[in-house]
Nanobody, 123 residues
Framework: VQLQASGGGLVQAGGSLRLSCAVS????????MAWFRQAPGKEREFVIS????????HYGASVRGRVTISRDNAKNTVYLQMNSLRPDDTAVYYC?????????????????WGQGTQVTVSS
């Protein structure tokens, strides 16, 4: 299974960005999907997750109300929509997949990671 994240870039504060995570090797309905991020000098942080069915979503405290996660099963792709971006959202964003019963909030439950895509928010 491979996860390919894309869509990062430079955006001004207040702007929006949509990240994509294309999954190959297995259908995304097999996995709970999540996004994490890591800012320079900081630990990796949970952003958002979505259950296999897409019916249950959990949010990181710092992004609640500004991000959504969605799935396109036909494209086997998961998206992270980010709005009202702030400079402190600057980070490398990683998509992740969890196949077990444990919550994808915990990194120990993640089975696969994407390579990361850089998001930079200018003030």
């Amino acid at each position: 299974v491979q996860l390919q994240a894309s869509g990062g870039g430079l955006v001004q504060a207040g702007g929006s960005l949509r990240l994509s995570c294309a999954v190959s090797g297995r259908t995304i309905s097999t996995y709970a999907m999540a996004w994490f991020r890591q800012a320079p000098g900081k630990e990796r942080e949970f952003v958002i997750s979505n259950s296999r069915s897409g019916g249950e979503t959990h949010y990181g405290a710092s992004v609640r109300g500004r991000v959504t996660i969605s799935r396109d099963n036909a494209k086997n792709t998961v998206y992270l929509q980010m709005n009202s971006l702030r400079p402190d959202d600057t980070a490398v964003y990683y998509c992740a997949a969890a196949s077990g019963l444990g919550s994808p909030y915990y990194e120990t439950n993640i089975d696969y990671w994407g390579q990361g895509t850089q998001v930079t928010v200018s003030s």
